[in-house]
């Protein structure tokens, strides 16, 4: 019965990830991390190799603030649609607030002239904590299979 | 506890709407609405405006009925399979027996010819209701990011 | 309550089956099933038409076993990456300690040039029971709607 509330509570945290990502809510994504977060985005090579440098990382909530920020004023990107398809979630406890966590993750991009395609395949891999406004991630990491990644400007996966 | 068993539910009603689509029983996939059912399947660039024009509309159950009738009488076009995966369920309760439901999806299409490839992305809207035989869709709009979508005779999103 | 519990663990299941498969953990892939299991890969037009016959077939769990030992051993094929996406659980209880299961599948891969697409989709229709060690496969047929689809030393689905 708790592995299920946890597993409930987790399912509906990843849920709310790609909901705000998916849909222009962009605002809302910083505060599902705390506020000591990190987040990075890496290649599986350099992950499978125990190397932990990506195209991107921030170390606290501000720097995703930020770049919400930078995202919002830049538009000079093309627009486009995301939708993130998860899979495989792998939980770990670690202690009673603390939780290690795995999934797969699949993006599928609508471009500007209407077309859909696998953007992105990867995984995820987080550590989420409870706080009291409910879980939160602390740490993670994107690791991405597919090497064509657009590095700047991009949207968070 | 309560939150858990409505999330549940809400998932089962969803699983069971892209089973009976996928698995050729599209006989059952007018049941899963109320009677005065609203289905409309409606472009991102309107949905986004607040034009709720679209390339469909339902406005009862007895429309989707003649719709399955139609599309088994009709089999001018060419044999495919749909698989639909859904992701980042987004649950709003308005009262104890209403609820405004989001959802993305991706539907992978597989022709005849054997090729499997993404053939629509895009979001669901939907307002579920509590009936005697369980949740029912009382409005579903299916909001398509692709602009390359069959318009003629397409089996259900 | 009870059907909650049992969707919670036929999916944590089906969870575990993915991230195996996906995260370079095949020899844990074989424990997931019971020792007198059937596994089998079929296309669609054979599943159909009542035709059992695929292009794989094991019948108990050690083919599988045997089956990952090849793989580790055969470097011959490309390196890839896939992501397993899954949608739409049908469970239909049999008896108290068993289960038919079916499930929508989508795989991703990523070859070694990099590229994501999708590689093949179908449907999977299992048998679980309940034994000592949990919710295991005692059956499940992987029916692929793709035709082109690798036949020799291929991952498992």
Known sequence: MERMA??????SLQERYVSVLDNDRL???PALFTEDCEYGIIPKENADMGLPVGIMWCNNQRMLRDRVVSLRNANIFEAHTYRH???GLD???VDADTVEMKANYVVVQTRANGESQVYQAGRYEDRVVRTAEGWRYQKKRVIYDTSRVQTLLATPV
């Not at 946890?6 to 399912?11: A, I």
């Open 91 to 93: 939980i770990t406890p």
């Open 85 to 87: 398809m998860t899979s």
């Open 27 to 29: 605002e809302e994504w």
């Open 6 to 11: 946890l597993w409930f509570e987790l399912h």
